[in-house]
Antibody
Framework: EVQLVETGGGLVQPGNSLKLSCATSGFTFSTAWMNWIRQTPGKRLEWLAQIEDKSNNYFISYLESVKGRFTISRDDSKSSVYLQMNNLKEEDTAIYYC????????????WGQGVMVTVSS | DIQMTQSPSSMSASLGDRVTITCRAS??????LSWFQQKPGKSPRRMIYGATNLAAGVPSRFSGSRSGSDYSLTISSLESEDMAIYYC?????????FGAGTKLELK
């Protein structure tokens, strides 16, 4: 059974940092391209970042507005993907989801349960 | 960035109705269009991929279609379990972008 479980959310003050983790199981993580997507309080969905697999040199793409503040990374030995978020702003308040692109016709077919990040003083 | 204009933003319909939700892409996205369903407190669920392909486990009353730059999700006969927010997504170009969502409610 495919599972993705996000952890690491919480309440943080503006300007601070937070690191999200997404532990996965049930598929060959090392060949998956992994993504982070967030959902704002207004229910808008926003794609944030993708990290490809080793065969693609772990190529990374970011949403322009988070580039330089957010860093996606992965540890294939732990079947996990991470999102380091620095200099957080109130507008980063959202539910953060990890999801996968597992090759042909499998874009975003499985999602984690999401983790809440609240940025507030 | 590619803009996905989704309509309507909300709608109410009766059980058994035929319902159609539309997304228009600001530039050519081919068939790189997916539809997602989200129920309260749950993660999005993929319903349609490649504009017209039904995802695994999705009831056959759901279908996707394309006419030029307009993409549609149709529910042929609405059931109570279909009440949710529906989103489209383009995945031809980074950043991937979602439509703003359509909230489907029971009349």
């Amino acid at each position: 059974e495919v599972q993705l479980v996000e952890t690491g959310g919480g309440l943080v003050q503006p300007g601070n940092s937070l690191k999200l983790s997404c532990a996965t199981s049930g598929f060959t993580f090392s060949t998956a391209w992994m993504n982070w997507i967030r959902q704002t309080p207004g229910k808008r969905l926003e794609w944030l970042a993708q990290i490809e697999d080793k065969s693609n040199n772990y190529f990374i793409s970011y949403l322009e507005s988070v580039k330089g503040r957010f860093t996606i990374s992965r540890d294939d030995s732990k079947s996990s993907v991470y999102l380091q978020m620095n200099n957080l702003k109130e507008e980063d308040t959202a539910i953060y989801y990890c999801t996968r692109d597992y090759g042909y016709n499998s874009l975003f077919d499985y999602w984690g349960q999401g983790v809440m990040v609240t940025v507030s003083s | 960035d590619i803009q996905m204009t989704q309509s309507p933003s909300s709608m109410s319909a009766s059980l058994g109705d035929r319902v159609t939700i539309t997304c228009r892409a600001s530039q050519d996205i081919g068939n790189y269009l997916s539809w997602f369903q989200q129920k309260p407190g749950k993660s999005p669920r993929r319903m349609i991929y490649g504009a017209t392909n039904l995802a695994a486990g999705v009831p056959s009353r759901f279908s996707g279609s394309r006419s030029g730059s307009d993409y549609s999700l149709t529910i042929s006969s609405l059931e109570s379990e279909d009440m949710a927010i529906y989103y489209c997504l383009q995945s031809i170009q980074y950043p991937y972008t979602f439509g703003a969502g359509t909230k489907l409610e029971l009349k």
